[in-house]
């Protein structure tokens, strides 16, 4: 929410209250009924489904200035999925009131707010096709890929020329999660993409060799930006 300004700054302020949650917490459970917008002022929150087996499938991590619980835009609809505190969080609520009352006041907090939802929509249609489309190595690279976008911090010093280090600890059993796969076959794909170059870990930091895990994809005829 860096870009409303002062005045929206404020107005937000007036109406909603502030939550601090750890890691773990749940924020709201599928088929609850929607009460709250939630704006995520620090930390990340995974949003998930149970599939019918009990396995968990991740359909978004979300950061700072993200927004989740938008099914408040109508009073009868209950959530459809999952969300939990991935990393502790600082996050603003806003009663159904008060989140119209925000609308009606400063439009741009809506475009903040479209925009948001949008970025989600996007990211997920990409995750379903991934799902569909690809063999597992492919479908992890993508994510490797898109988690590079999303998390990814370039710091040649340390990292090297091109590569990236992801600014959120993701277990193999999270990423997983993520592309529909047991945690042993990740295991095994990315120790395939360590003795090929494409990866490495410095401690728990995943750090992701962007240009030849680029040219890996492109090997395999997946284009980098699809």
Same mark, same amino acid.
Request: hydrophobic share 40%.
């Given at each position: 929410?860096?870009?409303? +300004?002062? @005045?929206a700054v404020r107005k937000l302020g007036e109406v909603v209250v502030e939550k601090r949650l750890d890691s773990g917490a749940t924020i709201f459970s599928a088929n609850e009924k929607a009460? $709250? =917008? $939630?704006?995520?002022?620090e930390g990340r929150v995974k949003l998930f489904r149970i599939t019918e087996d009990g396995r968990e499938n991740v359909v978004a991590l979300l950061g700072p200035g993200d927004v989740l619980g938008e099914f408040i835009f109508d009073e009868d609809?209950? *959530?459809?999925?999952?969300?939990?505190?991935?990393?502790?969080?600082?996050? $603003?609520?806003?009663?159904?009131?008060?989140?119209? !009352?925000?609308?009606? @006041?400063?439009? !741009?907090?809506?475009?903040?707010? =479209? %925009?948001?939802? +949008?970025?989600?929509?996007?990211?997920?249609?990409?995750?379903i096709e991934n799902l569909s489309t690809y063999a597992v190595d492919l479908r992890l690279g993508k994510l490797l890929l898109s988690l590079a976008s999303e998390f990814g911090s370039s710091n040649?010093?340390?990292? +090297?020329?091109?590569? =990236?280090?992801?600014?959120? %600890?993701?277990? *193999?059993?999270?990423?997983a999660n993520m592309i529909a796969m047991c945690r042993q076959t990740v295991t095994s794909l990315i120790n395939r993409f360590k003795q090929a170059g494409l990866l490495q870990y410095r401690g728990k930091t995943l750090i992701v060799n962007l240009p030849r895990l680029k040219e890996y994809l492109a090997q395999h005829g997946v284009a980098a930006d699809s």
């Open positions: 929410f860096e870009g409303l +300004g002062c @005045d009460e $709250y =917008v $939630y704006l995520i002022r609809l209950t *959530h459809s999925v999952f969300a939990q505190v991935f990393e502790s969080s600082f996050l $603003y609520m806003l009663t159904r009131s008060g989140f119209f !009352r925000l609308l009606t @006041d400063d439009p !741009r907090i809506m475009v903040t707010i =479209v %925009n948001s939802i +949008g970025r989600r929509l996007a990211a997920q249609a990409r995750s040649p010093s340390k990292t +090297g020329a091109g590569a =990236v280090e992801l600014t959120v %600890n993701l277990t *193999h059993q999270d990423m």
